[in-house]
């Protein structure tokens, strides 16, 4: 049996509690993913590069739309550090986009929220990534589309491996 026979073979289940150990073509598929998701997000970026919020910014306000978060669950979420986060919303909380506040639960904790503005310019910088996915969605044939749209299933579970 060659390397390539075990790699393209599925792995045993894993023992109770442990998750699986990844095979060779699943770093492959790890690598293509990456590139593509690499590209997926520079292309994010480029279509809102003259907009007023950055891609990140507009991230940070797309987390806080269901309602008030504190700094060190934005800072977890987004994969930065407090002091990065922390930069963030002061540049948010500058243009009117966010308030900072008491946490209600815990006075000592400052929670931040969406503002009104902030509310408008999330529906704004989202409307604009709508409109350029959907018109490169459009230049699609059928089968590349029912492709993507077959896909998202699979990324929901991605997302939600732990």
Do not use: C, K, W, Y
Request: proline share 7%; aromatic share 2%; charged share 30%.
């Amino acid at each position: 049996m060659t390397a390539s026979d075990r790699s393209s073979r599925p792995a045993p289940p894993p023992a109770p509690g442990r998750a699986p150990e990844p095979t060779a073509a699943d770093r492959a598929l790890a690598q293509e993913f990456n590139r593509r998701l690499r590209d997926v997000v520079l292309l994010l970026r480029r279509a809102s590069a003259d907009q007023p919020v950055t891609a990140q910014q507009l991230a940070v306000l797309g987390s806080l739309e269901a309602g008030p978060r504190r700094m060190t669950g934005l800072a977890a979420e987004h994969g930065v550090r407090l002091p990065t986060m922390s930069a963030q919303i002061n540049r948010l909380e500058r243009d009117g986009l966010v308030a900072r506040g008491r946490d209600a639960a815990d006075a000592r904790v400052v929670a931040v929220r969406l503002t009104e503005a902030g509310a408008e310019r999330l529906r704004a910088g989202r409307e604009r990534r709508l409109e350029f996915l959907a018109r490169r969605f459009a230049a699609l044939s059928d089968e590349d589309r029912a492709a993507l749209a077959a896909a998202l299933p699979a990324l929901e579970r991605l997302l939600t491996v732990s």
